[in-house]
Nanobody, 121 residues
Framework: QVQLVESGGGLVQAGGSLRLSCAAS????????MGWFRQAPGKEREFVAAINWPGGSTDYADSVKGRFTISRNNAKNTVYLQMNSLKPEDTAVYYC??????????????WGQGTQVTVSS
């Protein structure tokens, strides 16, 4: 089983940037598709971005397309989410997720504990 630990969340003003990291340990990171989700207070968890193994394909929610970029460093077993032009509606707990299959997907087997992102207006 793979363990996922997110970091990089925090408080930022609207228009600012943050980069989230997700470090994987335990079972090999190899051949895992990875994704990011978020959950705002009172709302359901929603898909944000996904990347396949080894990283040639990506997928984004319409709400973040053009502002967020998902990437991975397989040598470091780490996935990143670069978030630019942040908006107050991006405020949420962000979760990293992993799937045992390499193809890009919005369905995941493993989840991190989440990191809070707060965007002030």
């Amino acid at each position: 089983q793979v363990q996922l630990v997110e970091s990089g969340g925090g408080l930022v003003q609207a228009g600012g940037s943050l980069r989230l990291s997700c470090a994987a340990s335990g079972r090999t990171f190899s051949r895992y598709a990875m994704g990011w989700f978020r959950q705002a207070p009172g709302k359901e968890r929603e898909f944000v971005a996904a990347i396949n193994w080894p990283g040639g394909s990506t997928d984004y929610a319409d709400s973040v397309k053009g502002r967020f970029t998902i990437s991975r460093n397989n040598a470091k077993n780490t996935v990143y989410l670069q978030m630019n032009s942040l908006k107050p509606e991006d405020t949420a707990v962000y979760y990293c997720a992993g799937n045992r299959a390499p193809l890009i997907t919005r369905i995941y087997n493993y989840w991190g504990q989440g990191t809070q992102v707060t965007v002030s207006s």
